[in-house]
């Protein structure tokens, strides 16, 4: 590893042997301090957020970007406490989160078709990760790794352990294995909100964004349903879960890159909705308008 990666990879585990002996709550407080403190001092990683900011939010002054940068810094550190600690986790989604989940959820269990779960980067989205097994389906989650392979590592364990079969962007059997679990009528959750190699450019806040396709050809080999998942942070302990069917249009004859230019239409309708009411709920960090 480079040596920015192994000094990346100490303080990681100087802080996950910190959250692991302290209460959830406790974790949260202290990751999201360091985060607050730390954040503002990484110069590119803010660039990022600020360019976004504009794109979303062009009428908003420089204040207000700085405190949403501010915003997303404290929710990322209590992102990374929540999937250190998965079985605390778990433990409280009985008591602390309330779902909105229905009619989505029926027709999702009542369809023997696979399912495609769309999610993003938005609020508690360690959260959401754990909450998914609970909707009924056998759970193939896909990933992009972090550039740190000993974080990324100890990260997929954690999301194993809650159920989840991960499987990497970069394994060249991905394909392969998301289809034959769709067909099976298992769920595959895909985050899409990332800044994706390859794709098209669909516009996002009316600006256009280069776009993962690969929804569209995962639905037209599998003829799975398409939903999305959001779980918001409606207060320091409080999560709210909201599952809703993903209309889009398509026609006879479609390939699966039409089709995935549609269901992505339809998902950055979703999210710019998303955002706009909640805008501290949103991940900043992806160039998604990026040349």
Known sequence: MKRSQTLSWALYRFFAALVKILPLSVSRLLMARVFR????????ANGRMDRTLKVVFPFQDA???RERRHQAWINLGKTVAESIK???VQGQLDTHVTYRLEP?????????????LLMGHLGAWEVAIQIVPRLG???????????NPRIEEELQRSRRAAGIDMVSIDDPTLVRRAIRHLKSGGLLAIFVDQRWGRGALIDLFETPA?????????????????????????????????????????????????????????FHSRLEDWVRVHPDDWYWLQERWKP
Not at 37 to 44: A, D, E, N, T, W
Not at 137 to 147: D, E, F, I, Q, W
């Open 86 to 88: 998965t079985r605390a």
């Open 210 to 266: 280069l776009t993962t396709l690969s929804p569209g050809l995962f639905q037209f080999a599998s003829n799975a349903r398409v939903s999305t998942m959001i779980c918001r942070r409606e207060s320091a302990t409080r999560f709210e879960a909201v599952l809703e069917s993903l209309p889009y249009r398509v026609q006879e004859g479609d390939d699966w890159r039409e089709r995935g230019r549609s269901i992505m239409r339809a």
């Open 137 to 147: 389906k056998p759970v193939m989650g896909v990933y992009r790794p972090l550039a």
């Open 104 to 116: 989505e959820l029926s027709a999702m269990q009542q369809d023997p078709r696979g399912q495609l």
């Open 63 to 65: 204040l207000w970007h």
């Open 37 to 44: 403190i730390v954040g503002p001092f990484l110069v590119r």
